[in-house]
């Protein structure tokens, strides 16, 4: 890989995060441009599972358990990364779309369990509720989201990386090729510019006529104050989604993309709270701290755009929704394109070229 290459990177959440860590060990100088704290804005609002579960075809499960496993080999190269594998209890669907998605997932090779109640009781043994039958992935976890993207964005700085905090207000373009971007009436010139700036992603592409057909749908999430240990793992039951960070907060949406925020997100918070309060026992004690509401950038077909923008040399787009399970395996393809050409095949089906077909 070449170690000339200047690469700007537009976009300080865990996707931006992992590409310039990517990047720069990969020998590249990059520049990070973040317009807010590290993290971005969908990164803190995350859920934080990483996961390859339910609802996914093939080649986009395929990508997830790369990913995975990519996960393991970054906290491997990168010591202390905020990463616990700490297994996933699922009983979110009627039972026949529980064993459905069991015996699928399974024939691909994931790791599933059905268990009954006596054995949720022993997995989660705090929960009041207990289901018939639920479905455990030992091998699902979490990440911090904003300690793991600050470890990179730390780590990349490290090595090189340059961090600018500003806002950027168009790609500059010649001749065809992106050539750097405008940011507080000045230019910065770059031989590729990477937009992983999430729900800000299509306002930047539009400055050089490139549409990115993205949604952002809120997602309302409530974190307690820390609390003891009441969660060994996640719990997806239904309408209710929790797990229990590092510091001991309880977080919880009614679904792990967060609540509707309806017309009071504060009210919705409430009774999001009480409910995820009644399933716990022995949290008389726990208070709610505060709610977040995160507009999760998410492609009109559900799936990431991931790969360079066709028609415009230089450009690069990273945005999608499940930017925790995915971020180290597209930060390790993104940079062996940017730097290489070399696409993996596991990207093949998320090119931004698909909504033009």
């Not at 990517?22 to 520049?31: D, E, K, N, P, S």
């Not at 395929?62 to 990168?78: F, I, N, P, S, V």
């Not at 001749?175 to 937009?195: C, H, P, R, W």
């Not at 017309?263 to 701290?289: C, S, V």
Request: proline residues 6%; aromatic residues 6%.
């Amino acid at each position: 890989m070449s170690s000339a290459k200047e690469v700007i990177v537009i976009g300080a959440g865990i996707i931006g995060a992992s590409i310039a860590w990517h990047l720069t060990g990969a020998g590249a100088r990059v520049t990070v441009i973040l317009d807010s704290s590290a993290g971005g804005v969908a990164t803190p609002n995350s859920f934080a599972w990483i996961n390859a579960s339910w609802g996914n075809p093939e080649p986009y499960f395929r990508l997830r358990r790369r990913a995975m496993a990519e996960w393991t080999r970054l906290a491997k190269d990168l010591p202390g990364l905020p990463l616990a594998w700490c297994g996933g209890l699922c009983w979110d669907m009627p039972a026949d779309r529980l064993e459905a998605y069991a015996s699928e997932h399974s024939s691909w090779g994931y790791g599933i369990e059905r268990v009954g109640r006596d054995r949720v009781a022993r997995i989660e043994p705090n929960l009041t509720e207990l289901p018939e039958l639920a479905l455990y992935v030992a091998e699902e976890g979490v990440a911090e989201p904003v300690a793991a993207t600050r470890a990179l964005l730390a780590d990349a700085e490290r090595r090189g990386a340059k961090l600018a905090t500003g806002t950027v207000t168009a790609l500059v373009r010649s001749n065809g090729k992106v050539t750097g971007v405008e940011m507080s009436g000045e230019q910065l010139a770059a031989d590729e510019v990477v937009i992983a700036a999430g729900a800000g992603a299509p306002g930047i592409a539009e400055t050089v006529g490139v549409k990115l057909p993205i949604e952002t749908p809120p997602g309302l999430i409530v974190h307690s104050r820390p609390y003891k240990k009441l969660l060994n793992g996640l719990v997806l039951a239904e309408r209710l989604h929790m797990r229990q960070t590092a510091e001991g907060r309880i977080i919880a949406g009614s679904d792990f993309g967060g609540a509707d925020p309806g017309e009071n997100a504060e009210d919705t918070a409430r009774e999001l709270f009480k409910a995820t309060k009644a399933m716990l026992g022995g949290a008389e004690g726990l208070e709610l701290d505060f709610h977040t509401v995160g507009y999760r950038p998410t492609p009109v077909d559900g799936f990431p755009i991931i790969g360079r923008a066709e028609g415009m040399d230089g450009l690069y787009v990273a945005v999608m929704h499940s930017g925790i399970t995915l971020a180290p395996a597209v930060g390790l393809f993104a940079a062996r394109e940017i730097l290489a050409g070399e696409r993996d095949p596991l990207l093949q089906s998320y090119g931004l070229g698909r909504f033009s077909q």
